[in-house]
C-alpha cells in the first residue's frame, strides 16, 4: 500500500496490476487533500491508511483502476466504502456527478503515461 501525492507512471501502475489482480489496482481518492491511496487486497485497507494519515471519511471514494483499459473504462467507480445512505450516496458507485468529475481530475493529474 502506498499514498500518491505527486505523479505515478502508467508503467508503474500497470506493475502494482500484474502483482495483485492482473489489470486492476484498488485505489482511494482524497477529493480534498488530492492524494491517492493504492494498491492493496480492500479498499478499506486503503481508506484506514488514509483515515491514519489525517483525511476525513466525507472525502475518500474507492475505485478501480484498469492499467490497461481505453480512457473511458481506466476508472470504475465501484467499492463497497462508497455505500454511506447518511451522506446521500446509495450506492457502491460514486452517486454525485460533481465528486466523480473531481476523481477524474486528481486521477488524470496524477497519473501519467
Not at 485497507?45 to 483502476?65: K, T, V, Y
Not at 473511458?72 to 454511506?84: A, K, L, Q
Not at 445512505?85 to 454525485?96: E, F
Request: aromatic letters at 4%; charged letters at 25%.
Amino acid at each position: 500500500m502506498k499514498i500518491i501525492a505527486n505523479t505515478l507512471s502508467l508503467g508503474e501502475l500497470e506493475a502494482m496490476a500484474a502483482s495483485r489482480f492482473g489489470n486492476l489496482v484498488k485505489a482511494v481518492v482524497d477529493v480534498e487533500k488530492e492524494i491517492i491511496a493504492l494498491d492493496a487486497e480492500l479498499h478499506s485497507d486503503l481508506e484506514a491508511l488514509l483515515l491514519d494519515n489525517g483525511s476525513r471519511q466525507q472525502n475518500l471514494w474507492g475505485i478501480n483502476l484498469y492499467s490497461k483499459a481505453a480512457p473511458e473504462e481506466f476508472i470504475e467507480f465501484d467499492s463497497v466504502i462508497n455505500m454511506r445512505p447518511s451522506c446521500g450516496n446509495m450506492s457502491r458507485g460514486v452517486d454525485a456527478e460533481e465528486v466523480r468529475k473531481k476523481i477524474i481530475k486528481i486521477i488524470n493529474k496524477m497519473i501519467i503515461s
